[in-house]
């Protein structure tokens, strides 16, 4: 690995690391629900970049399975929250 892939990869990891702390600083600060949502579709996708730019730096496909369920547990939490607060609008 040359020294410019792994400044490259210290910085994203940092970046990623600190993404990931914000988002679960605000899972548990709140202070609602929809905030709390939000906050784990962050932390989801900050998963899976970080799991993808992996996969890029290692040139591998190995992982490319749990990305994919990451992304469909990602998108269907979404559409269970949304559910959720629609019928919580409509009483």
């Given amino acids: 690995m040359s020294l410019l892939t792994l400044v ?3 910085i994203a990891g ?5 993404g990931a702390i914000c988002a679960v600083w605000r ?6 629900i929809l905030d709390r949502a939000l ?8 998963s899976m970049c970080a799991l993808g730019a992996e996969m890029a730096v290692n040139q591998h ?8 369920v990451l ?4 998108v269907l939490g979404s ?9 919580e609008d409509d009483s």
């Fill in 61 to 68: 496909t190995d992982t490319l399975v749990v990305l994919l």
């Fill in 39 to 46: 906050a784990a579709d962050v932390l989801l996708a900050i």
């Fill in 8 to 10: 490259v990869v210290v």
């Fill in 71 to 74: 992304a469909m547990f990602a």
């Fill in 79 to 87: 559409i269970a929250i949304a559910r959720f607060m629609a019928k």
């Fill in 14 to 18: 940092t970046m990623f690391g600190i």
């Fill in 27 to 32: 899972i548990i600060r709140g202070p609602s």
